[in-house]
């Protein structure tokens, strides 16, 4: 499966448009197992828009890698200097080694 780069929006529908319009993707309502928001896939990675909140991947863009099992590149993030900012089952949000936000989607 692709990764996935996850676009919080003030505006969804005009994140919408605009990603719609630059890449050429028609971003169309998730799953009722996949979360909020809407997603589409370009050349190899998923592009994800969601209406932005409060939690930790909500403020920012935040690529999500997937991972075949999420308790042990959980275990990996921690042994390699990294920070679990919010575990999860599905997915989880991180940072690296030097601070910079990423989320792990379990595939």
Known sequence: MAALIEFPADDPERARRFWNGLLGIDLAARGPQEGAGWVAETGGVRV???????????????????????TSA???????GGQIVHPG????????????????EQR
């Open 74 to 80: 959980l275990r990996v993030v921690d042994d390699l």
């Open 48 to 70: 994800g828009v969601h209406e932005r909140g409060r939690g930790p991947g909500d403020t920012a863009s935040l690529p999500y890698f997937p991972v075949a099992d999420m």
């Open 89 to 104: 089952e599905r997915w989880s949000i991180c940072r690296d080694s030097e601070g910079t936000p990423f989320a792990l």
